[in-house]
């Protein structure tokens, strides 16, 4: 065999050889039935140069007539045109070329569409004479033509009698078995045909002795060719995303703009490689998040390795789940996860300033307690001794002033500027009139802050001896208030230090000191990251604190960098001690607070959600929060989010205590029941079912955007309409009916709308709750072998159920006591109002994947041992005939056209 051919196309001659040998009359039909040359090493083959564009390419209807350009080849640019091409090599001589169209299936079948243009015949194939010495076909005006789907099985029907005939002999009239054979093999074939996507297949005829070209060589198939309506065909392209980084702990929500996606055949694929084969994970997202096919909301998934030190930066793309089509990759990079967003640990750890003394002279004298000439004392007293100033220029002055005030650099600093300027508004400016009058000036400023510093170094004096006197330090913060509004490097006063550093005491005093001068506003002062003393004592989960401050005052209402208010963060915290006190100071002049959004469009009642907390969901309604607020990105209820997160405990507490709406729609037209049917869950199902959402409501997601098949049926539509157009310009009267007037073709199949729950439905025991008739599962369900699990523990048959609820109706069981021996509890109010209480709570137990052991259990323990007695026979029985069977009972005695007929 050449090297020159292709992997990909060996496997599938061989197994069509194989497969011609061994039937002669094949129920898969091949393209071609000639007998191939035998390949050798350096024997003639064909081979293909250049493939066809895969994407891109639009197949047309007979009644749009021919296409803009021919089928181009993957090289093709807009200023070098290529077209598909295929070489005979090892050859010299005259040599036929032939394509056609064939699915993209594995081994490749016979195709319904055509091939049309200058070198193609009626019957869909395309041919072209090469030789003797340029050996290279190519066909540059190749254009597709579609045929709609009504008409798939007239067409192959026709192609396999056509192909029968060519092996038989045109005048070969086929029995009434041939005819009904060969009509069940066309619509067999036209159940697995892909009318979106097509190969072609080159074939090679080499000429005879007689001039006939008869020795054919082995064809090859090339890459698929996908229509540019479908939205399969669509190149992967990722236009636009609002993050490009996250943390390592995944999580993070990222909204992404992209090409045309089936929301059912799509996922986002995040990936790293190295030497060790690299890592990879998914976005996680559901049906619902995807836009119109043109936009997916999904959160990113964890980082392999959670401890890292720097950022990574890894690729994220989008990839079919359908084969391997992939878009271009792009960055993403993961940070580090930051454990304290509020820095409140790393202000905690910051190290406290080493004691320092500023005095740098000698020891004073004998009654002296500092160093230097400006200390208290000197030679000649104690604290009631004169201050002697030795020095009245440059920095000596106001370095002793230091000294006297107690305050060190703190007070020294501003005071500088603050006493010269007060002192230059009292009219001692300095006038160069003369060396002495300048010189009474500086001895007239000298003094008087001389006299100031006394005073100053005077109340800090006093404050001091009162301080050991009584032990109050209150006494020692009250000469220092005007320092209370001073600010660190990040913003911080001392008192939003006092609650970092957990220090009850010293907030209680500072507040006090802070009420006692008129101005509070010291109370609000926000820090570099907006966050007031509030927020930081609801942060730090301080509740005394936080009651403190409220009383003494603080605001409420101040927001922090993310928009939040201290009710925000409580509810995000997830404390209900915290929610208590601040539901209790606030006024009727706050009480918006509890139904005010935050900068990302969060209601406190929605982080209390996420944060799992009934308690404080509890608190917040009954402190006037709106239970079915729609949070501002999206629109989802506090129940909505409960039932993306799975919280299946918080959404029957919404519902049952807090009475929420069970039929609330986001932005997008989803319900709760939407959500739970894409995420899969028959337990949330079934619980929002028996509390009454409605199974037929519609989102604003069109129906026809997520199913291949229903792309078929827009196809139909569109032939009709190019041939209304038509007939409308020939002048002949048409009559279009009404959108109202038409009927669906298939009935499961509505014309207009958006997806119900049912649409959305991931597994079968979803699907059976939201289908309101028993309806076949579908044929791939059916093609599966099944669940092992399920054959171990089959369900209930619906006589047992009703002889089990005779009985517990005969025992007299309370249905919350059987509700809490099955865990069911929070389920038992609802069951209670439905018409047949008992039989609702057993087959939505079933549904949510409780096993028959858990029931006997709770049987056994309520002394019913009538109810254990039936379960019991019920499971030797149900095992004896899952031994004895040998196919599924269920599903494995129906044919084919049973499995149409009722699908249809």
């Not at 570099?528 to 930081?536: A, D, R, V």
């Not at 409420?556 to 928009?563: E, S, W």
């Amino acid at each position: 065999m050449s090297t020159s051919l292709s992997m990909e196309d060996t496997p599938l001659s061989m197994i069509e050889n194989e497969f011609m040998m061994d039937f002669p009359y094949p129920l898969m039909h091949s393209v071609k039935s000639e007998p191939y040359l035998p390949e050798t090493v350096h024997g003639p083959y064909i081979q293909i140069i250049e493939e066809p564009k895969q994407r891109g390419f639009r197949f047309r209807y007979e009644c749009e007539g021919p296409s803009h350009g021919g089928l181009p080849g993957a090289s093709s640019e807009k200023n070098k045109k290529t077209y598909p091409t295929v070489k005979v090599c090892n050859y010299v001589g005259h040599a036929r070329v032939e394509v056609q169209l064939v699915t993209h299936t594995d081994p490749p079948r016979i195709h319904a569409h055509s091939l049309v243009g200058k070198q193609c015949s009626e019957n869909g194939t395309c041919s072209m004479d090469v030789g003797p010495t340029d050996l290279t076909a190519q066909f540059n005006n190749l254009g597709i033509l579609h045929i709609t789907k009504k008409g798939v099985v007239d067409v192959l029907t026709k192609r396999l009698k056509d192909e029968k005939k060519r092996l038989k002999g045109q005048n070969y009239r086929f029995t009434d078995a041939e005819e009904h054979a060969l009509l069940k093999e066309a619509k067999d074939l036209a159940k697995i045909m892909d009318l979106n996507v097509v190969r072609l297949k080159f074939s090679a005829y080499l000429q005879d002795a007689d001039g006939s070209f008869t020795r054919a060589l082995k064809p090859v198939i090339s890459k698929p060719i996908y229509d540019s309506k479908s939205p399969n065909a669509s190149n992967l392209k990722i236009s636009r995303m609002d993050k490009t980084c996250g943390s390592v702990l995944g999580g993070d929500e990222i909204f992404l703009l992209c090409d045309k996606v089936q929301k059912d055949d799509i996922e986002i694929r995040f990936f790293e490689e190295d030497k060790d084969g690299g890592w990879e994970d998914f976005g996680d997202f559901s049906p619902t998040d995807v836009h119109k096919q043109y936009a997916i909301v999904f959160k990113t998934p964890k980082y392999h390795t959670l401890d890292i030190e720097r950022p990574v930066t890894v690729f994220l793309q989008l990839k079919r789940k359908k084969g391997d089509d992939c878009s271009e990759p792009k960055q993403f990079t993961y940070v580090p996860y930051n454990q304290d967003k509020e820095e409140v640990q790393r202000k905690k750890q910051k190290p406290l300033p080493h004691s320092f003394d500023p005095w740098n002279g000698p020891p004073g004298g004998a009654a002296g307690t500092g160093r230097g000439p400006g200390s208290f004392g000197g030679s000649g007293g104690g604290m009631n001794g004169g201050f002697q100033f030795n020095q009245l220029e440059g920095g000596t002055l106001f370095s002793s002033m230091g000294g006297f005030t107690g305050s060190g650099p703190h007070m020294s600093g501003p005071t500088q500027p603050q006493e010269a300027s007060s002192t230059q508004q009292q009219g001692h400016t300095l006038q160069p009139v003369g060396p002495v009058l300048q010189q009474r000036q500086l001895f007239h400023i000298a003094s008087t802050l001389q006299s100031r510093a006394s005073q100053a170094t005077r109340r800090s004096a006093r404050a001091l001896l009162d301080y050991c006197s009584t032990g109050d330090v209150r006494l020692l913060l009250a000469v220092q208030r005007r320092l209370y509004s001073i600010q660190d490097e990040n913003g911080d006063t001392p008192l939003h230090l006092a609650i970092i550093h957990q220090q009850p005491a010293v907030v209680q005093q500072l507040v006090y000191m802070i009420i006692s001068f008129p101005q509070q506003s010291v109370l609000n002062i926000r820090n570099h990251l907006n966050q007031t003393p509030l927020h930081l004592a609801v942060i730090t989960k301080q509740h005394s604190v936080l009651d403190f401050l409220l009383k003494a005052g603080a605001d409420p209402t101040l927001l922090d960098r993310d928009g939040r208010s201290v009710l925000h963060l409580a509810a995000d915290v997830g404390d209900e001690v915290l929610l208590h006190i601040l539901l209790r100071h606030l006024g009727e002049c706050n009480t918006h607070l509890v139904n005010m959004s935050d900068y990302n469009g969060m209601y406190p009642i929605h982080l209390a959600v996420k944060r799992g907390g009934e308690r404080c969901l509890r608190l917040l309604v009954e402190g006037g929060a709106h239970i079915n607020a729609a949070e501002r990105k999206s629109g989802s209820t506090a129940l909505h989010l409960a039932v993306k997160e799975n919280l299946f405990k918080v959404a029957c507490m919404l519902i049952t205590e807090l009475k929420a709406d069970v039929n609330a729609r986001t932005f997008g037209g989803n319900t709760p029941l939407h959500l739970a049917a894409s995420l899969g869950s028959p337990t949330l199902c079934s619980m929002l079912i028996a509390a009454g959402a409605k199974k037929n409501l519609e989102n604003d997601e069109p129906l026809f955007f997520s199913s291949s098949s229903s792309d078929e049926e827009d196809e139909e539509d569109e032939e009709e309409k190019v041939q209304a157009k038509e007939e409308a310009e020939s002048g002949d009267q048409v009559l279009v009916p009404l959108q109202s007037d038409r009927t669906p073709r298939n009935p499961r199949k509505r014309a207009a709308g958006g997806h119900t729950p049912f649409d959305l439905a991931r597994c079968q025991k979803v699907r059976a709750l939201l289908d309101s008739r028993q309806s076949p599962r579908p044929v791939r369900e059916m093609l599966q072998p099944p669940n092992r699990q399920e054959e171990e523990k089959p369900p209930m048959d619906t006589e047992t159920l009703s002889k089990l609820c005779g009985i517990l109706s005969q025992g007299n069981v309370p249905l919350k006591q059987l509700a809490e021996k099955l865990g069911m509890l929070t389920l038992a109010n609802f069951y209670q109002k439905c018409p047949s209480p008992c039989q609702n709570l057993l087959e939505n137990y079933q549904l949510g994947g409780g096993h028959l052991e858990g029931l006997i259990e709770a049987l056994d323990s309520l002394g019913l041992t009538e109810g254990v007695r039936l379960l019991r026979q019920t499971e030797t029985r149900d095992k004896s005939q899952s031994t004895d069977a040998t196919v599924d009972s269920g599903f494995g005695s129906q044919t084919a056209e049973m499995e149409e007929e009722e699908l249809q």
